[in-house]
């Protein structure tokens, strides 16, 4: 794998050699002269990026990150044009001169960007809805290993938490709090025009096939160096387009393409190491002995004093690992062609043994111009990735415990390997007591748990001019993944050992296509009216057939999962699935004298998930807003460059609903004997619903867009209002239907929440500071279950094996926790209820009946975020540049459930290091129980932290050669960079770290920290190279 990647990265690296000398030679001739110089704003900072051209030719070059540019001019050539997106291009006479400054004059009626929108752009001017951007410049300031990390803290409105610190590990985006009960709360993402999924993979396989432990974001296959910008897309006026997909918000995001008399060759690359932020801090080998001898009531260890610090688990499975990425682009273009080529290489080793994820990547864009009015290109990635997992958390229930929990209970009295080097037999060690006790470094060599992804994903697309202002564009795309999970869990684990040895394999195939017919009219009426038409046609299906193979009672474990042939049990299994959505889209937009906006939009989505009583639903929306500073009696005051008032109305959904949902299913239902013939059963497994459909957001929306100072300083503010209703919720149905309960849209929920956003220069001149920061706060609630009830005991919101920790309640956010509030402890003296004795826990009786039980549980926490913010700060002194990155969290709580075992006091398992302070006779302790053998504790409020945070998230120190000093032709910009991410944490929390969701989408498990993958600090040194 390795050797091919580089082997294709030297290919790529030679073509693109080979493929520039003509493209470069172009326009250099002979008897030319090279013409230098440096491009910059009003406000004299460098403009990076500026395309410098030769007028009438193909032969231009671009500034570097510090606005200089080189460039051979031929011999007669007379002009040089530039232009730069939201500024006025300027033409310059060359004349005798060999070096040409500039500085650009900002273009504000385009107001310094286009956005994409969703079939097509427009300029941030128009723009009517709720639309905030991520440029390429902004994620090159910070490495990150997929893009969605991006937007953490960039984007108001866009809460990203990392569900896993683990190798290529998943993140949840939620725009505007959680809009879903049973469903998820993902946003649509859109890559180069093609919706993908945001989940997905193969399922199966033994111990740990069907966990959340170990899951990938599909996502995660794109690299971000690819990435031009992401327009995130958050009100309904923006999202209605997307019709029955649009409900959570809609991620846009486009790749780099080449641009028309500029040709690039860059090297992107960093390495670095990763290392835990922090460990817990448990009991060494002498208290965990005294420990024991007290729960036992006998002398196991005789002498706790001489077993010393004993082993400290945590060092044994946590190390420090490299990451590096590596990345060659070449971008070139003429009049009629422009291509963007590029391959990447990524590695990432985990904190914990046994773990990585390798990623590479070749992507092409092509763009030819065949005719006068017809136009063709592609968008295509192929992908490779490789992920080695550990047992997570998440995984216990079936591999016997995670790698992070068994290394936080492992009893330190123990040696982590024997005399012959191989990992220690608890049950050998510590006597038939540890007996069911993995050994955590076994893991590493004992347990298979790898992901193995293919992807192919693109389109073409054929674009041709009708008529002056109609244009039709065609587009077909594909989204192939290819996805195979192997699995073994070897007899050094108890759950391998019991078994005789397991393993597996499953093997999934995501085949999605997608046609799309869109037709637009663009005409300007008499410089007062301009009108945009588009009209959408498209269609997507797909297709995913999986198969998985499980074993076990194996001879050996030599071949772990190569040959499940040899085990004695092997069993077998295949499914196959599809859907398909039809759309059609309208959207028109009006602007009338560049001060009044009009936005109509609507979708019709049909959908083959739908019930046969819904099979289409109608999504429009309303946009205006008045641009204030266009007025006349805004010309009195030049300090003020935008004011704009938005206000939005619109119907998006939610079609997370279960395949086949809506129709009566047959299922196999266990095995039958007749006679001595084992017979498969099949019963029914789904009640019929006909007028099962999507669930149904509308949102409104007002916001404020100003600038001042040219632009100098921006603010950005929105008020929204969302209610969702038809959530998809199961209730009680007559037991003559033969079954318990049936799906239906029933709930309702609401949040609502403002946004700010602020970019300011600060300082301008040889010391530079921007500044750019967001606040976001939203309030969820739920405001109906299914009008019979208030309230449910979720049984999908179990953690570990507690029943019932979370609750749905009218009134209250989702994901409330729910348990018993901690009364302190029974001292000597108290009435002490029977079967409860001094040192046992005590639990507040709320209802008052002198009696504690599952009636005086009540709501103990809320996982959802009072508001989150992220505030950037850049500096540039001559050749340097500086990037401090601050992200926060305030007001979430978190569920540390690993409390509940590392606090028990129950004995075999170790304990945090507090616990050296329980109850006893003579150290009455009013917060930490006795040490008893069966001791058990409940979900309680005192389980229940503050996950508040600060965090510098990433600090990024910079120098920019200065080339156009050097006198290099051959050389355009060169960069060096250290970087570090997650340096610095404040917060009150005490696990691992504050920024965890064990339970991935599940928003009935949000804030839940089950001792899953830790996120890791990391320090990085990089290179920016182009020629």
Not at 292 to 321: C, H, K, Y
Request: hydrophobic share 35%; with cysteine.
């Amino acid at each position: 794998m390795h050797h091919s990647l580089l082997f294709a990265c030297r290919a790529l690296g030679v073509a693109a050699a080979l493929f520039c000398l003509p493209l470069r030679s172009v326009g250099q001739g002979t008897g030319g002269a090279t013409v230098r110089g440096k491009v910059t704003t009003g406000e004299n900072e460098p403009l990076p990026g500026v395309s410098v051209v030769v007028k009438g030719t193909t032969n231009g070059a671009s500034t570097d990150a510090g606005g200089n540019y080189s460039l051979s001019v031929p011999a007669g050539a007379a002009t040089l044009v530039f232009s730069y997106i939201g500024y006025t291009s300027e033409e310059v006479s060359i004349g005798n001169r060999t070096t040409i400054d500039l500085s650009l004059v900002p273009d504000i009626e385009s107001l310094s960007e286009v956005v994409v929108v969703g079939y097509g752009t427009v300029k941030k001017s128009d723009l009517t809805g709720s639309v905030a951007s991520v440029k390429s410049e902004e994620l090159k300031q910070t490495p990150i290993a997929n893009f969605v990390q991006g937007l953490q803290a960039r984007v108001s409105g866009v809460q990203v938490t990392q569900n896993s610190g683990a190798p290529g590990g998943s993140n949840s985006v939620r725009i505007r709090g959680n809009n879903s009960i049973s469903g998820s709360s993902e946003p649509l993402y859109v890559v180069d025009g093609f919706p993908v999924g945001s989940s997905g993979g193969a399922t199966g396989g033994v111990g740990f096939g069907n966990s959340t432990g170990n899951a990938l974001n599909p996502l995660s296959t794109i690299s971000p160096n690819d990435i031009e910008s992401i327009e995130v897309l958050k009100d309904a006026s923006a999202t209605a387009i997307y019709g029955t997909r649009g409900a959570n918000g809609v991620v846009l995001i486009t790749t780099k393409r080449g641009k028309a008399g500029v040709t690039n060759v860059t090297y992107d690359g960093y390495y670095g190491v990763q290392q835990i932020n922090r460990k817990l801090d448990l009991m060494n080998a002498t208290e965990f002995a005294r420990f024991e001898n007290e729960v036992s009531g006998s002398n196991l260890f005789p002498d706790p004093e001489g077993l010393g610090e004993g082993t400290d688990w945590q060092d044994e499975i946590f190390r420090e690992a490299p990451i590096q990425n590596h990345q060659i682009s070449v971008s070139s273009g003429s009049e009629k062609t422009q291509f963007s080529l590029s391959t990447d290489y990524f590695r990432q080793d985990g904190i914990i043994i046994g773990s990585d994820y390798t990623r590479g990547s070749l992507r092409l864009n092509l763009d030819h111009q065949v005719g006068r009015n017809l136009k063709v290109g592609t968008s295509l990635t192929y992908s490779y990735s490789v992920n080695n997992g550990t047992v997570s958390a998440t995984d216990a229930e079936n591999a016997g415990s995670g790698i992070v929990t068994s290394a936080l209970t492992a009893p330190p009295t123990i040696q982590p390997y024997d005399s012959l080097g191989n990992p220690t037999l608890f049950g050998n060690a510590g006597g038939a007591r540890y007996l069911d006790w993995n050994n955590p470094v076994a893991f590493e060599s004992q347990v298979l748990n790898r992901n193995t992804t293919g992807r192919l994903l693109g389109n073409l697309f054929a674009e041709y001019r009708i008529l002056e202002g109609f244009t039709y564009r065609f587009v077909v795309g594909a989204d192939l993944l290819s996805d195979v999970r192997d699995s073994y869990v070897g007899r050094l684990i108890r759950f391998g050992q019991a078994n005789g040895g397991l393993g597996g394999r499953a093997h999934a195939n995501t085949n999605n296509v997608l046609h799309e017919s869109i037709l637009t009219y663009d005409r300007k009426f008499n410089n007062d009216h301009a009108l945009t038409l588009t009209g959408v046609f498209s269609t997507q299906s797909q297709i995913r057939a999986t198969d998985n193979i499980s074993a076990l009672l194996f001879p050996n474990d030599v071949l772990t999962n190569d040959n499940l042939g040899l085990a004695t049990t092997v069993t077998a299994g295949t499914s196959r699935e599809k859907w398909r959505l039809d759309s059609y889209t309208a959207r028109a937009n009006y602007n009338f004298r560049s001060k009044y906006l009009l936005t109509l939009a609507a979708r019709v989505d049909g959908s083959s998930r739908f019930g046969a009583n819904n099979k289409y639903g109608f999504f429009p929306s309303v946009a205006v807003a008045w641009r204030i500073v266009e007025e006349g009696f805004m010309q009195s005051l030049p300090v003020v460059s935008d004011l704009k008032l938005r206000a939005s109305y619109g119907v998006t959904g939610n079609a997370d609903i279960p395949l086949y949902g809506s129709l009566a299913r047959l299922t196999p239902n266990g095995n039958y004997g007749f006679g001595n013939v084992r017979n498969v059963g099949i019963g029914p497994d789904n009640i019929a619903n006909p007028d099962l459909k999507w669930e149904n957001s509308y949102q409104t929306d007002i916001g404020v867009d100003i600038g001042l100072l040219t632009n100098r300083l921006t603010f950005t503010a929105d008020y929204y209002v969302k209610t969702t209703k038809d959530l998809l919720l199961s209730r009680s149905v007559p037991l003559s239907s033969g079954f318990a309960t049936a799906i239906g849209n029933f709930g309702e929920l609401e949040n609502r929440g403002f946004e700010v956003a602020l970019t300011a220069a600060v300082l301008n001149g040889n010391f530079k500071w921007n500044v750019s920061g967001n606040v976001s706060a939203n309030r969820n609630r739920i405001t109906k279950i299914d009008g019979t009830r208030n309230e449910i005991l979720t049984t999908s919101g179990n953690i570990g094996s507690f029943t019932n920790a979370s609750i749905l309640r009218v009134g209250e956010p989702i994901g409330s926790f729910y348990g018993y509030f901690f009364d302190g402890i029974y001292q000597t003296g108290d009435n002490v209820p029977t079967g409860k004795f001094p040192g046992d826990v005590r639990y507040r009786d709320l209802n008052g009946d002198g009696n504690v039980s599952a009636a005086d549980q009540n709501i103990i926490g809320n996982p959802n975020p009072d508001y989150i913010f992220g505030l950037t700060n850049n500096f540039r002194w001559g050749n340097f540049d500086l990037s401090v990155f601050v992200q926060g969290v305030q007001g979430n709580d978190l569920f540390f459930t690993q409390r509940l075992v590392l606090e028990v006091g129950g004995g075999l398992r170790n304990q945090l290091q507090e616990y050296v302070n329980r109850w006893t006779p003579a150290n009455p302790s009013n917060r930490y129980v006795r040490a008893y053998q069966n001791q058990r504790l409940n979900q309680a409020d005192i389980f229940i932290e503050d996950g508040s945070f600060v965090r510098f998230k990433n600090v990024t120190l910079g120098y920019n050669l200065p080339v156009d000093k050097l006198n290099l032709k051959w050389l355009k910009g060169a960069r060096l960079y250290a970087s570090g991410n997650n340096l610095l944490t404040f917060t009150d929390y005490t696990g691992y770290d504050p920024e965890v969701n064990t339970a991935g989408q599940n928003s009935l498990q949000l804030g839940v920290d089950n001792s899953g993958y830790p996120v890791a600090r990391s320090y990085l040194v990089g290179v920016q190279v182009t020629f």
